[in-house]
Nanobody
């Protein structure tokens, strides 16, 4: 069993930066990939970024060049560095840890980009 908890959200002005963290507790063996998703009001949940167990990162076109996904294996923590934030980045952000046959989601954290 894996428990994941997001932190680091909040209110930031357009053009600003924010770093989200996702700490995993419990056994993290057999994790194949980790993701960040987001869901804005009235929208479906969408993938933002993924990092595989091998370290390969992929991004949604809307955040490419502005967001960076990374992980610290020693701390069992996933990160999302968000730069040049735009109002359209406002959403609840979720992290997901993936094992074969089972996904573990965090509870979500609000990010609001507004002046």
């Amino acid at each position: 069993q894996v428990q994941v908890v997001e932190s680091g959200g909040g209110l930031v002005q357009p053009g600003g930066s924010l770093t989200l963290s996702c700490a995993a507790s419990g056994s993290s063996s057999s994790i194949t990939a980790m993701d960040w998703y987001r869901q804005a009001p009235g929208n479906q949940r969408e993938s933002v970024a993924t990092i595989t167990s091998g370290g390969t990162a992929t991004y949604a076109d809307s955040v490419k060049g502005r967001f960076t996904i990374s992980r610290d294996n020693a701390k069992n923590t996933l990160y999302l560095q968000m730069n040049s934030l735009k109002p359209e980045d406002t959403a609840v952000y979720y992290c997901r840890y993936r094992r074969p046959g089972r996904d573990y989601w965090g509870q979500g954290i609000q990010v609001t980009v507004s002046s």
